[in-house]
T-cell receptor
Framework: GNSVTQMEGPVTLSEEAFLTINCTYT??????LFWYVQYPGEGLQLLLK?????DKGSNKGFEATYRKETTSFHLEKGSVQVSDSAVYFC?????????????FGQGTILTVHP | EPEVTQTPSHQVTQMGQEVILRCVPI?????FYWYRQILGQKVEFLVS????????KSEIFDDQFSVERPDGSNFTLKIRSTKLEDSAMYFC??????????????FGPGTRLTVL
């Protein structure tokens, strides 16, 4: 079946540092890939997505590229801010899953210090 | 911006009791979902609901669980006889109709269920 693996956390960075959170997946066919973010006390919010190989999703300075050859969708940001402190979830939606079930990774806690 | 809401934010119950978790999806959405996250573990799919019936469910969603859309706005998850292992954060989500051709699911803030 489908699965998503994220890098172990938590991740602690200083403000303006470079961020990478690794995500790899296992799926049949060509899934759609997502990054969701959860700020303290809030729900999961879609951060970015990519629906086919080599697509790059981007939002709020975050980027992730759909790499079919390495089955990866790593999240990057060039300069993190304290306000980026949150839990980040990688997820996929398999093809043929017409009702949209998402399969999530375990989440990575990011803490950014001033 | 429209959002998914969930009540209560935290529910404490005794083992064996029934609980109902409530969700109000975004008003023009037709696909609804429940997920849960046991502390320290992955967010897991429980069930999807469309056109007043379950469209897909996971192995977790056994006979103790049920979902309902009792009126035009609410979407509920009922656990008939709670177990200690049901303690988790439960997330509701909704998705636009396929007419908009979008994959985005919109999530609520979650209900933390604690079973004692």
């Amino acid at each position: 079946g489908n699965s998503v693996t994220q890098m172990e956390g938590p991740v602690t960075l200083s403000e303006e540092a470079f961020l990478t959170i690794n995500c790899t997946y296992t799926a049949t066919g060509y899934p759609s890939l997502f990054w969701y973010v959860q700020y303290p006390g809030e729900g999961l919010q879609l951060l970015l997505k990519a629906t086919k190989a080599d697509d790059k999703g981007s939002n709020k300075g975050f980027e992730a590229t759909y790499r079919k050859e390495t089955t990866s969708f790593h999240l990057e940001k060039g300069s993190v801010q304290v306000s980026d402190s949150a839990v980040y979830f990688c997820a996929l939606r398999g093809r043929g899953t017409s009702y949209g079930k998402l399969t999530f990774g375990q989440g990575t806690i990011l803490t950014v210090h001033p | 911006e429209p959002e998914v809401t969930q009540t209560p934010s935290h529910q404490v119950t005794q083992m064996g009791q029934e609980v109902i978790l409530r969700c109000v999806p975004i008003s023009n959405h037709l696909y609804f979902y429940w997920y849960r996250q046991i502390l320290g573990q992955k967010v897991e799919f429980l069930v999807s609901f469309y056109n007043n019936e379950i469209s897909e469910k996971s192995e977790i969603f056994d006979d103790q669980f049920s979902v309902e859309r009792p009126d035009g706005s609410n979407f509920t998850l009922k656990i008939r006889s709670t177990k200690l292992e049901d303690s988790a954060m439960y997330f509701c989500a909704s998705r636009p109709t396929p007419v908009t051709s979008t994959d985005t699911q919109y999530f609520g803030p979650g209900t933390r269920l604690t079973v004692l």
